[in-house]
């Protein structure tokens, strides 16, 4: 008996610290790491409902590492938070989707809007809205082209300043999302305090919006709160015809999802959704 919980136990030890090790690399590997070599953004679609046209693509960082190969930002954004190196690699993102959406709407002459996922830190950063204001500036570039994506979370912390910074950013005329909307710590309030645009409702609503009757019930009250209080809807991770027919049905006004679309590299999103858009 002694002996089969000393084999437990020295089984747990050593899972955790297989665990510790691979964080550690991790964060070696990021320090060491040439953002623009190693580093590269995703786009995925985002579709209008009413007339199923392009509005806008949410940027998805990737990481490509020489040896290790392909790192899920699951993995590695969490690491970059407890470094700081977020800091420096959030503002690499935001610069390369910054460019890349006046890139494309200059060369299209459209007005698709780029979502940046923001962490946390970035955004309690004092100078956050300033830096911002300043690249729109020295990039000349339209605010509308921008959406920045805040998890409800984020949104929630009880922060004075996190007022500021929402009201900062609405005045500059960017737009701003409530990212995962519905599966968080569940006050509404904020919605109402915080000058917001968009609401992405959570995948994990939308993966049971066909099966549970609850989670429809739920979809649909956010949808007509949102459209009271004058704030868009976009539903996350739609992958089937069953989902996107309820979501029309309830008009909710845009769709993100497999079922338009991938995250991929900006050539073949270019090729796959601009194209197709012009032509
Ligand atoms: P998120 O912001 O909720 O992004 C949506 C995730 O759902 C993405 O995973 C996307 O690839 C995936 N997805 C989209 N549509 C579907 C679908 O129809 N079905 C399924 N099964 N999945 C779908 P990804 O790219 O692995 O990103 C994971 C998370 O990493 C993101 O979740 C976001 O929180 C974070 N992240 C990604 N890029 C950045 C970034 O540039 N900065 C920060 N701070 N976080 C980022
Ligand atoms: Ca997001
Ligand atoms: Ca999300």
Redesign the pocket.
Same mark, same amino acid.
């Given at each position: 008996k002694i002996s089969h919980n000393n084999q437990k136990y020295f089984f747990f030890d050593s899972d955790l610290s297989e665990k510790v090790q691979k964080k550690h690399s991790l964060e070696v590997m990021l320090k060491n790491s040439n953002f623009d070599k190693e580093f590269k953004l995703y786009y995925?679609p985002q579709y209008r409902t009413s007339d199923n046209k392009l509005v806008g693509m +949410?940027?998805?960082?990737r990481w490509i590492h020489p040896e290790e190969g392909f790192i899920?930002?699951?993995d590695f954004?969490p690491i970059a938070e407890e470094t700081g190196i977020?800091f420096s690699l959030?503002e690499w993102?935001i610069n390369q989707a910054m460019c890349q959406a006046k890139a494309w709407n200059q060369k299209y002459n459209m007005d698709l809007q780029v979502g940046?996922?923001?962490?946390p830190l970035q955004i309690e950063n004092s100078d956050f809205v300033n830096r911002i204001r300043q690249k729109i500036h020295d990039e000349d570039i339209k605010p509308e082209w921008i959406d920045i +994506?805040i998890t409800e979370g984020v949104a929630m912390s009880s922060q004075v300043s996190m007022e500021e910074i929402f009201s900062g950013l609405a005045n500059i005329g960017i737009s701003i999302s409530i990212?995962?909307f519905g599966t968080g710590y569940s006050s509404l309030s904020y919605i109402k305090r915080f000058d917001i645009d968009r609401l992405k409702i959570a995948?994990e609503l939308i993966d049971n919006i066909a099966e549970d009757k609850n989670t429809l019930l739920i979809v649909k009250a956010i949808i007509m709160m949102a459209r009271g209080m004058g704030l868009k809807t976009i539903a996350?991770?739609?992958?089937d015809s069953n989902q996107l027919e309820i979501l029309k049905v309830l008009e909710c006004d845009e769709i993100?999802?497999?079922?338009f679309g991938?995250?991929v590299p900006p050539e073949i999103f270019e090729l796959e959704h601009i194209d197709k858009t012009i032509h």
């Open positions: 995925q +949410e940027a998805l960082l899920s930002p699951a954004i977020i959030g993102v940046i996922n923001i962490s +994506e990212d995962d995948k996350e991770g739609v992958e993100q999802g497999y079922i991938r995250p």
